[in-house]
């Protein structure tokens, strides 16, 4: 009974979000998002298991890594902006930062997969 006992604790450990930083330790954000860039147009962002982040805005293509903080995903990309989704009630809002400096507002984002 004992050794059930502390299996079913270990996984249910499994699933718990981590703070170590890595993208990979909280799955609950993997997946696709819909959202608005920082002049209202579409776009999209992709996590992946590997803690590597896609998007596409405004016809380019975006590249980056992502980890946790919390319950925010924090997406670095190559071109030195920074996106932030973060878990809002029962959905998602993004916000974005270019050199340390929120851009924008904070507007609506989608989990679409």
């Keep these: ?3 059930a006992a502390a299996l079913a604790f270990t996984l249910a450990g499994c699933d718990a979000p981590s703070d ?3 993208g990979t330790e909280s799955s609950g954000f993997v997946g696709n998002y819909s959202t608005k860039d920082t002049k209202g147009n579409p776009m999209s962002v992709e996590l992946d298991e ?3 982040a896609t998007g596409k805005r405004d ?3 975006l590249t980056g890594s992502w980890k946790v903080d919390g319950s925010t995903v924090v997406i670095t990309w190559a071109d030195g902006w920074t996106t932030k989704i973060a878990k809002d009630g029962a959905g998602y809002s993004k916000t974005a930062f270019k050199d340390g400096k929120e851009e924008g507002s904070k507007v609506p984002a ?3 997969k």
């Design 1 to 3: 009974m004992l050794a």
């Design 20 to 22: 170590s930083g890595s």
């Design 50 to 52: 590997e803690g590597s």
């Design 59 to 61: 016809g380019q293509d």
């Design 110 to 112: 989608e989990k679409t």
